[in-house]
């Protein structure tokens, strides 16, 4: 399974672009990068995924690297509420078929007034 | 509106004692999920779910069961064979096992005294 690492935490203050790191570098040609975002005491929130190419949708843009061994979501004026612990996930695959996701401990993004 | 519940949000028991999670989604989704969630941690998988009447165990399945008799229903029991069942429980569904972002429920805490 491709592992991903994400720094522990991060600060951001309110208005400005928050950047969010993250390292596949085992990633295979087949695997998405998804991320999702955890608000205190409630089920994740999916964001944005990708393959190859930078998308973005109305929560957040998703750079991937031309190599694909890593990506940054950018939150591009954060507000207070978008603190919260946000997930980055390579969607691996097993020789069976079958899928699971996998979740890191992420990042706590802080998103300062 | 479609989404996935679960049911209830907070739940004590004793120790010793069994306890049924409900997870239910209307999103006709193939794949569902369980994962546990202690403080300050990540998700981690307990059981998965890609098609009715088929399950597979996840990293910490032992001490859980789980059982998919309906397409929108994936209970999860845990039994006294759990040793730290105290936790945060979250269920997720996707469209299918191999395509799809995964949908989370808000949910359940349970607490054993």
């Known amino acids: 399974d491709a592992k991903t690492t994400q720094p522990p935490s991060m600060d951001c203050a309110e208005g400005r672009a928050a950047n969010l790191p993250c390292n596949h570098s085992t990633i295979s040609g087949n695997e998405y990068v998804y991320w999702y975002r955890q608000i205190h005491s409630q089920g994740p929130q999916y964001i944005i995924h990708g393959l190859k190419n930078n998308e973005t949708n109305e929560m957040a843009s998703l750079i991937i690297t031309e190599d694909r061994k890593s990506s940054t979501l950018i939150l591009p004026h954060a507000t207070l509420r978008d603190t919260a612990v946000y997930y980055c996930i390579v969607r691996p695959t097993s020789t069976s078929g079958t899928y699971k996701y996998i979740f890191g401990t992420g990042t706590r993004l802080k998103v300062l007034a | 509106d479609g989404g996935i519940t679960q049911s209830p949000k907070y739940l004590f028991r004793k120790e010793g004692q069994n306890v049924t999670l409900s997870c239910e989604q209307n999103l006709n989704h193939d794949a569902m999920y369980w994962y546990r969630q202690d403080p300050g941690q990540g998700l981690r998988l307990i059981y998965y779910?890609?098609?009715?009447?088929?399950?597979q165990k996840g990293d910490i399945a032992e001490g859980y069961s789980v059982s998919r008799e309906k397409k929108e229903s994936f209970p999860l029991t845990v039994t006294s064979a759990q040793k730290n069942p105290t936790a945060f429980y979250l269920c997720?569904?996707?469209?299918?096992?191999?395509?799809?972002?995964?949908?989370f429920g808000q949910g359940t805490r349970l607490t054993v005294v």
């Open positions: 997720a569904s996707s469209i299918r096992r191999d395509l799809g972002e995964a949908f």
């Open positions: 779910s890609q098609i009715v009447n088929d399950f």
